[in-house]
């Protein structure tokens, strides 16, 4: 079976390998920053998606799983060079700045660099202190000083894009922003107005977190899950792994996480079988009948 070349080619982690989608480590991960004891579980479970073939982590500052994600490194023993690791600011939580986050977070992951650093969501507060155009600014400048190789951002949508481009202009085409993870699946094709198309059209690689909302969040007998029934079976795939293959065909590169080692297994096999045209058109058809959004739902207005 031939896939088409990959879009996302141009991430690769230090010592050249292809990144695999990425094994989330928050949602259901996320730990409670009262909590102080580190969270095993987790730390297993990361190694686990290691083992397995994973070599993308994604975590935040506000998911607080900075230490597991050390802690599993260490453990899995994997060279730092053949990891992705992705790692984000939260604006508005206090006057810590990204430098302040990143700083930390590579102590953390006992690491002298992180792969992907975005800016978690464009909602700034406005008596915080810490502005957009400072927040991208310090990235820049991290970036410069090689404390991380890619900057990027969450959950934004153009009109914030635009603003990144022209502080971005200053400094030269490598300092642009490079990834916009957004929520993405079946029920929420554009997490803003038409930002897919806005980020493919200026080479902003597009990460999908919650692609199996229609199987997690939305209710059991919704009608996409009927319509995934038979192509389970001509394919051969569970529905979880055509949902992960839909968000790959829509050269969305996805983020997922799963409590569930199988599961985890299964989203790594997603590369041997293709969604024909008309099974992407139907399942975008129910999708758009069907909107649903999990996340950053008081922002409704602005995204
Ligand atoms: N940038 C942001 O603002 C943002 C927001 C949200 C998330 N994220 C990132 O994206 C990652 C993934 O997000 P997500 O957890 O919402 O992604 P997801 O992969 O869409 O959903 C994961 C949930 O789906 C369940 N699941 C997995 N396989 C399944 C299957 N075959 N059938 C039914 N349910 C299945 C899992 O439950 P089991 O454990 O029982 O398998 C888990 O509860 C997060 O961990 C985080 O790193 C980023």
């Not at 292809?18 to 990361?46: F, H």
């Not at 990144?164 to 079946?186: C, D, M, T, W």
């Not at 209710?219 to 795939?237: A, F, M, S, T, V």
């Amino acid at each position: 079976m031939t896939t088409a070349k990959l879009f996302y080619d141009a991430f690769k982690t230090k010592s050249g390998k292809t990144i695999t989608i990425g094994t989330g480590t928050g949602t259901k991960w996320k730990r409670n920053p009262a909590d102080k004891q580190i969270n095993q579980e987790l730390v297993d479970q990361i190694v686990s998606t290691i083992n397995l073939g994973f070599n993308h982590i994604d975590t935040a500052q506000v998911y607080n799983t900075h230490e597991e994600v050390g802690a599993a490194l260490k453990k899995s023993g994997i060279a730092r060079e053949d990891l992705w690791i992705t790692d984000k600011y939260c604006p508005g939580r206090s006057d810590e700045t990204p430098t302040d986050i990143i700083d930390l977070a590579l102590e953390q992951f006992g690491t002298s660099y992180i792969d992907l650093f975005l800016i978690h969501h464009p909602f700034f507060d406005e008596d915080n202190s810490v502005t957009l155009e400072q927040a991208w600014t310090e990235l820049i400048q991290a970036k410069k000083d090689g404390k991380v190789r890619e900057i990027g951002v969450s959950n934004f949508a153009s009109v914030h894009l635009e603003k990144l481009f022209a502080i971005s202009e200053k400094y030269g085409k490598e300092y642009v922003p490079r990834v916009n993870q957004i929520e993405f699946h079946p029920f929420l094709q554009n997490q803003s107005k038409d930002i897919v198309k806005y980020c493919h059209d200026h080479n902003i690689l597009v990460e999908a977190y919650s692609p199996l909302a229609p199987l997690s969040r939305v209710g059991n007998n919704n009608p996409l899950i009927q319509y995934l029934k038979p192509l389970e079976e001509k394919y051969g795939k569970t529905a979880s792994q055509i949902l992960l293959r839909y968000t790959l065909q829509k050269q969305i590169l996805p983020i997922t996480t799963s409590s569930q080692q199988s599961r985890m297994k299964q989203s790594l096999n997603i590369y041997d079988f293709e969604l024909n045209d008309a099974e992407i058109n139907e399942i975008d058809t129910i999708g758009q009948a069907n909107p649903y959004r999990a996340f950053f739902k008081q922002y409704d207005h602005v995204l």
